[in-house]
Antibody
Framework: EVQLLESGGGLVQPGGSLRLSCAASGFTFSYYALSWVRQAPGKGLEWVAAISGSGNSTYYTDSVRGRFTISRDKSKNTLSLQMNSLRAEDTAVYYC????????????WGQGTLVTVSS | EIVLTQSPATLSLSPGQRATLSCRASQRISSYLAWYQQKPGQAPRLLIYDASNRATGIPARFSGSGSGTDWTLTISSLEPEDFAVYYCQQRSNWPLTFGGGTKVELK
């Protein structure tokens, strides 16, 4: 059974940093691209970042490029999102998700972790 | 960036009725389109991928169709558990984008 379990969310001040983690199990970790998707309170889904199975290719939405870094550790089956220079508009539930095939569709999602950016 | 516009924003229907949800793309996209269902407090769930293929375990009452810029999710006969928010998503181009969602609510 595929499982994705996020952790690391919390309250952080504007300009601060936070690192999210996603522990993956139930599939061959290095075979699949992974992604972070966020959802602001009461709003829709927004794709944030993606990384290939090998970790060699990464993609970001424009609003986080240069501030956020997606990475993966195959020895720990863990996906990470390092978030720096956080802004109020980054407040959201952050979901870790697995691509079904290459970088197309997200077939498994974690339950999410809440990040609140506020003073 | 490809913008996906979903309509209507809210659909008020009764169990047993047919639901037709629309997703219009700002430019022609290939069939790299998916539909997700999200219930309150839960993560999204993949329903349809490649525009018309049902994901594992998804009932046959859910179907996807369309071409070019106009795509449709149809729920043939609503069950009580189908009342939720539905999102379309494209990956014809980067960045991956989602539509704004359609809420299917109980009439």
């Amino acid at each position: 059974e595929v499982q994705l379990l996020e952790s690391g969310g919390g309250l952080v001040q504007p300009g601060g940093s936070l690192r999210l983690s996603c522990a993956a199990s139930g599939f061959t970790f290095s075979y699949y691209a992974l992604s972070w998707v966020r959802q602001a309170p009461g709003k829709g889904l927004e794709w944030v970042a993606a990384i290939s199975g090998s970790g060699n290719s990464t993609y970001y939405t424009d609003s986080v490029r240069g501030r956020f870094t997606i990475s993966r550790d195959k020895s720990k089956n863990t996906l990470s999102l390092q978030m720096n220079s956080l802004r109020a508009e980054d407040t959201a539930v952050y979901y870790c998700a697995k691509f079904r095939d290459f970088f197309l569709f997200l077939d498994y999602w974690g339950q999410g972790t809440l990040v609140t950016v506020s003073s | 960036e490809i913008v996906l516009t979903q309509s209507p924003a809210t659909l008020s229907l009764s169990p047993g009725q047919r639901a037709t949800l629309s997703c219009r793309a700002s430019q022609r996209i290939s069939s790299y389109l998916a539909w997700y269902q999200q219930k309150p407090g839960q993560a999204p769930r993949l329903l349809i991928y490649d525009a018309s293929n049902r994901a594992t375990g998804i009932p046959a009452r859910f179907s996807g169709s369309g071409s070019g810029t106009d795509w449709t999710l149809t729920i043939s006969s609503l069950e009580p558990e189908d009342f939720a928010v539905y999102y379309c998503q494209q990956r014809s181009n980067w960045p991956l984008t989602f539509g704004g969602g359609t809420k299917v609510e109980l009439k």
